[in-house]
């Protein structure tokens, strides 16, 4: 009897497991018909850190915040990596990324995370395209992509050019001649 219950118990937990997966497989089945925003929405994707304010005080309410989240779901990804770059793309433009940073950076640059609600539309927007996206791995990717910032757009290719320049930097010649001179004698003083 023991052992009969113990089966019938495991057997109503699968079931049970099946009927989730089933609900699980037609939400994300059902077809996506693309959301447009109304015409009280802030302007995609932000240019300035006002524009911004403005799209974080639009995601206050929970009717906006639905909208903006469905909209940016559609955006997707091949990861949840992906899909959070995408939908920040999405969210801002490249020369705002420029200006902003996580914490901020007393005063030099606006600070992502004092954004509570665009934080919250990011990671719902994530979450729907990959299930499996936790806040914090949300957050970090969110984090690298604004330190990346400078480096998208060619600007690390404009990084290296000015590090690979033969040594030399408007005109500049590093390291000067005294100190390389300084260096090859003291290279053979140690042979």
């Not at 559609?74 to 990596?81: A, F, P, Q, V, W």
């Not at 729907?128 to 290719?157: F, H, I, Q, Y």
Request: charged share 20%.
């Amino acid at each position: 009897p023991a052992f009969q219950v113990l089966v019938l118990e495991n057997q109503s937990n699968i079931i049970t497991q099946l009927t989730d997966l089933r609900k699980c497989v037609v939400a994300t089945s059902a077809t996506k018909l693309p959301v447009a925003l109304p015409a009280d929405a802030p302007t995609l994707p932000a240019s300035t850190y006002d524009g911004l304010k403005d799209l974080n005080a639009y995601a206050a309410s929970k009717d906006s915040l639905d909208i903006l989240v469905q909209h940016l779901a559609l955006i997707g990804g091949n990861d949840e990596k992906d899909a959070t770059r995408r939908v920040l793309s999405a969210i801002i433009k490249h020369d705002l990324a420029l200006t902003m940073s996580w914490c901020g950076s007393g005063g030099k640059k606006q600070a992502f995370e004092d954004l509570h609600n665009l934080r919250t539309v990011v990671f719902h927007a994530v979450v729907s395209t990959c299930s499996k996206a936790t806040k914090t791995s949300v957050e970090a990717t969110m984090k690298a992509w604004l330190v990346a910032a400078p480096d998208r757009n060619g600007g690390r290719n404009r990084r290296r050019a000015a590090d690979n320049c033969g040594g030399r930097v408007s005109g500049v010649q590093f390291p000067p001649p005294w100190l390389r001179d300084s260096v090859r004698a003291l290279a053979w003083a140690v042979q």
